[in-house]
C-alpha cells in the first residue's frame, strides 16, 4: 500500500508545483500580499492549480510511455517503469480532471474557464503539439503565461506590461533550455533515435536552440530591468545631508526595485552555467532545489521584492 502511495505521489510529479507560484505574482506585485482574504483566494487557486498540473503529468505520461522507456531518465517513472498500470492512471486522471473543475469553479467563472483552457493546451500539446517545433516551445512557454494570468483573475488586479513581457520571455528561456538539455542528453542517440523520442528534437541544432537562449536571457533581463525602473511603489525616498537629492536623481529615488535586479541577474547566469556545464535544464524545478546557489539568489529576490514593495515606505 505503501509502495502504491509512493508511486502515485511520483506520477503526480508534486515537485513541478514549483510552477504555480507564478498565480502569486499579481498578488504580490499590486501590494496586496497581506490582504488576507485574497491570499487565501490565491491559496486556494494554488493548490487547485496544483490539481491540474497533475492532471496533465498523468495524461502526458500515458501518452508518452513508450518513448519514456527509450530516456536515460524517464524510463523511470512509474508508467514506463511498469510500476503502474496505464489502466490505474486513466482512472487517476479522470478524478483529478473532476475535482480541479469543480474546485476551479468555486473561485470565479474566469478561474474556471482559464483551467479548462489549460487542461486542453496541454492535452493538445501531449497529443500532437509536442510533435510540431518550435510550436512545442511556444505551448510549454504558454503554460507558464497562463499562470500568471490566473493569478490576476482571482485577484482582479493586473502586473505591469513590463512584467508580463519578463514572465514571456523568461518561460521562453526556461522551455527553450528545457529543450537545449534534452538535446544535450540524447546527443549520444542517432537521428533516427533522437526522433523516436521526441521529434522536434531531430529539427533542432545546438547552435539554433543556443541563439534562442541567448535572445530570451538577454530579453528577460532587459524586460524585468525595464519593470523596475518604471514601476513606482509607494516607497521612500532617499535623501542624505551629505548627497543632495537632486544630485541622487530618480535612480534612488522610488527605484528600489532596481536592486532586485541583481539576483535575476545572477540567476539567469548560473542557470545557464547549469545547462552548459552540467549538461542540466531538462527539469527547471530540479535544478532550482539541487543548486544551492540558485536557490539562494531566488531567496533573495522574493525578500527583496517584498520588503521594497511592502516595508521601504514613507
Given at each position: ?67 519514456d522507456r527509450l530516456h536515460p ?112 542528453l540524447l546527443s549520444n542517440l ?125
Amino acid at each position: 500500500m505503501k509502495k502504491m502511495f509512493r508511486n502515485t505521489l511520483k506520477l503526480l510529479r508534486p515537485r513541478q508545483w514549483i510552477k504555480n507560484f507564478a498565480i502569486f505574482a499579481s498578488l504580490i506585485f499590486s501590494g496586496q500580499l497581506f490582504n488576507i482574504f485574497l491570499l487565501q483566494k490565491v491559496v486556494f487557486g494554488f493548490f487547485v492549480f496544483c490539481i491540474a498540473s497533475s492532471t496533465i503529468y498523468v495524461i502526458n505520461d500515458i501518452f508518452d510511455v513508450k518513448k519514456d522507456r527509450l530516456h536515460p531518465f524517464k524510463k523511470f517513472r512509474p508508467l514506463a517503469d511498469n510500476k503502474i498500470s496505464i489502466k490505474t492512471a486513466i482512472g487517476i486522471a479522470f478524478i483529478l480532471v473532476i475535482i480541479s473543475l469543480f474546485l476551479s469553479l468555486l473561485i470565479t467563472p474566469a478561474f474556471f474557464v482559464l483551467t479548462i483552457i489549460f487542461l486542453i493546451l496541454h492535452i493538445c500539446y501531449s497529443v500532437f503539439l509536442k510533435q510540431i517545433e518550435i510550436i512545442d516551445i511556444l505551448t510549454l512557454a504558454g503554460g507558464y503565461i497562463l499562470r500568471v494570468f490566473v493569478g490576476e483573475v482571482i485577484t482582479g488586479f493586473h502586473i505591469s506590461a513590463w512584467l508580463l513581457l519578463t514572465t514571456i520571455a523568461l518561460s521562453l528561456f526556461l522551455a527553450i533550455g528545457k529543450r537545449r538539455s534534452e538535446l544535450t542528453l540524447l546527443s549520444n542517440l542517432t537521428t533516427a533515435q533522437i526522433s523516436i523520442t521526441r521529434k522536434t528534437l531531430s529539427h533542432y541544432s545546438e547552435k539554433l536552440l543556443d541563439i534562442y537562449l541567448s535572445v530570451f536571457a538577454t530579453s528577460s533581463f532587459v524586460f524585468y530591468s525595464l519593470f523596475t525602473f518604471l514601476e513606482n511603489p509607494k516607497g521612500r525616498q532617499f535623501t542624505t545631508d551629505l548627497i543632495p537629492a537632486d544630485i541622487l536623481g530618480t535612480y534612488l529615488q522610488r527605484k528600489w526595485l532596481m536592486l532586485t535586479i541583481i539576483p535575476v541577474v545572477y540567476g539567469i547566469m548560473r542557470y545557464l552555467q547549469r545547462i552548459y556545464e552540467k549538461h542540466e535544464g531538462e527539469s527547471p524545478e530540479r535544478i532550482l532545489f539541487s543548486d544551492r546557489a540558485l536557490l539562494t539568489s531566488v531567496v533573495i529576490w522574493a525578500v527583496l521584492v517584498v520588503l521594497i514593495i511592502y516595508y521601504v515606505k514613507a
